[in-house]
């Protein structure tokens, strides 16, 4: 009878933790966040259960520290996001229309194809996500499902879409890309200044999961920068481009050796070459890339910019 009784309350847990796809008790995120290379990071905090629009919703806060060279400084900034669950699909509320849309499905299959918050813009009305393989993982004794996906998705009313790979996993939510934060998603999915890559994520099973090498809230300061910033002014155009970027350099002297390294949304370096007026890009795959200009060995000025 004993025996009987603990398999039954077995099953009961292990029901239980398979039902919960999405922000369990202490969900914790922690991102990358783009304000210059690997300069930030974005912390996603579940708060409270709360009602909306009739709909019990999730309160995450969003905080994040970042460097910025305006003003030679680590500012911070914190905001409130909600989602809310039904059926195993996760919705996004739009801030500005205060509606629901949907962010993670649970329930896709490959082939399914679901659209991105917020459809601000005609160009984001297109962006699509794409199921193309399906499984199950287990992390910490936590059985996940996960979705292997492509992302098609565009930056405000530019014409050509930008593609991506990514995995999302229960709980989890994207490992590479980011999708949700305190703005529009759609355009934001391909803006790299609001998230990236996961770092870090915890809960009241899973216990600090680790992506990032580094501390969850490392904040890289750069210590070279400010005294160059008065001095060296950095144009990089166009943007997007499609197979050449112009540089245009003022107020650097000719002596210096200068160099110009080309890094991805992971930081890994694609391009390094000397400084040149043109920089050919063709053999670049479609996205976003982070331009950085070294002076003497030292990173002096920073640009993103986007592959089409």
Same mark, same amino acid.
């Given at each position: 009878?004993?025996?009987?009784? &603990? ?16 922000? /369990? /008790? !202490? ?31 999730? #309160?995450?806060?969003?905080?994040? %520290?970042?460097?910025? %060279?305006?003003?030679?400084? $680590? ?15 996760? =919705? ?46 287990? @992390?910490? !004794? ?12 565009? $930056? ?5 879409? $930008? ?14 890309? =980011?999708?949700? !934060?305190? #703005?529009?998603?759609? /355009? ?20 600090? =999961? ?9 904040? =890289?300061?750069?210590?070279? @920068? ?8 950095? %144009?990089?155009?166009? @943007?997007?481009?499609?197979? $050449? ?5 003022? *107020? ?18 694609? &391009? #390094?070459? *000397?400084?040149?007026?043109? @920089? ?16 003497? #060995? ?11």
């Amino acid at each position: 009878m004993k025996k009987d009784l &603990l398999i039954v309350l077995s099953l009961i847990v292990l029901t239980t933790i398979k039902a919960q796809i999405w922000c /369990p /008790p !202490g969900a914790q995120w922690h991102y990358t966040r783009y304000y210059g290379p690997y300069t930030a990071y974005a912390k996603h905090t579940f708060v409270n259960t709360v009602t909306i629009n009739s709909l019990t919703c999730q #309160e995450i806060n969003y905080y994040s %520290q970042y460097y910025s %060279q305006m003003n030679n400084a $680590v500012n911070t900034y914190s905001t409130n996001i909600y989602t809310h669950v039904n059926n195993n699909i996760v =919705y996004l509320l739009d801030p500005n229309s205060n509606n629901f849309d949907t962010l993670f499905n649970f329930n896709a299959v490959i082939g399914s194809k679901w659209g991105l918050p917020n459809k601000s813009t005609v160009n984001c009305s297109k962006s699509r996500v794409l199921v193309t393989d399906t499984g199950h993982n287990v @992390i910490q !004794g936590v059985n996940l499902k996960w979705f292997k996906v492509t992302l098609t998705s565009y $930056v405000y009313n530019w014409p050509n879409p $930008v593609t991506a790979n990514d995995t999302i996993y229960e709980r989890l939510g994207c490992l590479t890309q =980011y999708f949700f !934060g305190s #703005e529009d998603v759609c /355009p934001t999915i391909t803006d790299a200044t609001k998230g990236g890559p996961l770092r870090c994520y915890s809960d009241n099973q899973i216990i600090n =999961y680790k992506r990032y090498s580094g501390l969850c809230n490392d904040l =890289y300061i750069p210590t070279t @920068i400010k005294e160059y910033l008065t001095e060296i002014k950095l %144009q990089v155009y166009p @943007i997007p481009a499609n197979d $050449v970027l112009n540089i245009d350099m003022i *107020e650097l002297p000719s002596s210096e050796k200068s160099i110009i390294k080309i890094k991805d949304l992971l930081g890994k370096t694609v &391009l #390094e070459n *000397e400084l040149n007026k043109q @920089i050919n890009i063709k053999d670049l795959k479609p996205g976003i890339y982070f331009l950085h200009f070294y002076n003497q #060995e030292k990173l002096i000025a920073m640009q993103k910019i986007i592959k089409q």
